[in-house]
């Protein structure tokens, strides 16, 4: 993120993405709507809105209904003049989708892995993509790697061994000219499950992901909690009263996993030990071993260890290719719109 202080040029740049960001939590809104949000002057907004819409970035919806004075007009951001590529990789497959401004789909495909290397089969997934839609409407590419992330550089990738140590965001930014997102493919699906679930007013959440091995995403004050070096949610190092002497919690969840009772205990007494540290207001859970079904037994169970005041809201739902997806938008939506920070 660029620091600036008292450029003129940089200042407008912020005036614009003030109201750009707040046209799209309040569409339909107002000059003067706009500078009440955002804490402007009227002439400052008109000045802006003007640029915005000569420039196709915004576009005005007509005039509202009059409460007696001069009626005004009413703008919202054009969705489309803006687009977004994302990729995310999984069990040997590429899901490719653009999406706009809105976070409407375009386009999207599957690509299945073939012999060969990794990054030149990228490359041909993302030029695909670009060449299905107005390539040059694209602003930011994200990508989801089921690695750590830690800079530039990927990190315990044992499925795509040709990227440990390779700095894929700066790759990709070189080849393509414009602003590239690489993150794990678990904190991908956590912003993408917080998102799903904004109406609950979760503002921390843990998404636990339980299949072969345990992954987890955490959200503290509705931001992805990633750690001083990206180790948070790491939860499978975790050792519990379940496990065995020196047992790892991975290691517990491998040795139970054909004992649904067994599994629904572990992932209470996991739960139970997040709560005493984040209390968090939601936990979304992934896994095979347990269905919807188990989460009532599973609040029961959690009850035996902590006071039922501190429960969670608990969801047991599959996490579809969308969520991905979605998550990947929230990242690039960020990295796009929040690219310049004030500084006094």
């Not at 000569?54 to 969705?79: F, Q």
């Not at 269905?291 to 969801?315: H, T, W």
Request: charged share 20%.
């Amino acid at each position: 993120m660029e620091k600036i202080s008292g450029n003129p040029a940089i200042i407008k740049k912020v005036n614009k993405d003030l109201i750009k960001e707040t046209l799209k939590k309040f569409p339909k809104s107002t000059k003067p709507q706009l500078a009440q949000k955002v804490g402007l002057s009227l002439a400052t907004v008109n000045k802006a809105v003007e640029e915005l819409e000569e420039s196709g970035e915004a576009r005005c919806l007509g005039y509202i209904d009059s409460t007696g004075g001069r009626r005004a007009k009413c703008y919202k951001l054009n969705e489309n003049f803006e687009l977004i590529l994302t990729v995310f990789i999984q069990a040997g497959h590429y899901y490719c989708a653009v999406l706009n401004m809105d976070g409407k789909i375009i386009s999207s495909k599957v690509h299945q892995h073939q012999e060969g290397s990794w990054t030149q089969e990228l490359y041909g997934v993302i030029d695909e993509g670009l060449a299905g839609c107005d390539g040059e409407k694209v602003a930011s590419i994200g990508v989801a790697v089921p690695g750590s992330v830690n800079g530039d550089e990927i990190s315990n990738i044992p499925t795509i061994p040709q990227w440990e140590g390779f700095a894929l965001k700066a790759d990709l930014e070189n080849r393509y000219g414009m602003t590239v997102v690489v993150e794990n493919d678990i904190n991908a699906a956590t912003l993408g499950v917080h998102n799903k679930y904004t109406a609950t007013g979760a503002r921390n959440m843990l998404f636990l992901h339980i299949k072969q091995g345990i992954g987890a995403g955490v959200i503290i004050n509705s931001r992805l909690h990633k750690g001083r070096h990206n180790f948070a949610g790491e939860l499978a190092y975790m050792s519990l009263a379940s496990g065995a002497n020196g047992e790892t919690l991975e290691d517990t969840l491998h040795r139970l996993h054909h004992d649904r009772g067994a599994v629904i205990k572990l992932v209470a007494e996991l739960i139970a030990n997040v709560v005493c540290v984040i209390e968090p207001d939601l936990v979304a859970i992934d896994t095979c071993y347990l269905s919807e079904e188990d989460a009532g037994m599973l609040k029961q169970v959690l009850s035996g260890y902590i006071s039922s005041e501190y429960l969670p809201q608990i969801f047991i739902r599959p996490v579809q290719d969308l969520i991905y997806i979605r998550g990947l938008f929230v990242l690039c939506m960020h990295k796009t719109q929040n690219s310049v920070e004030l500084y006094q």
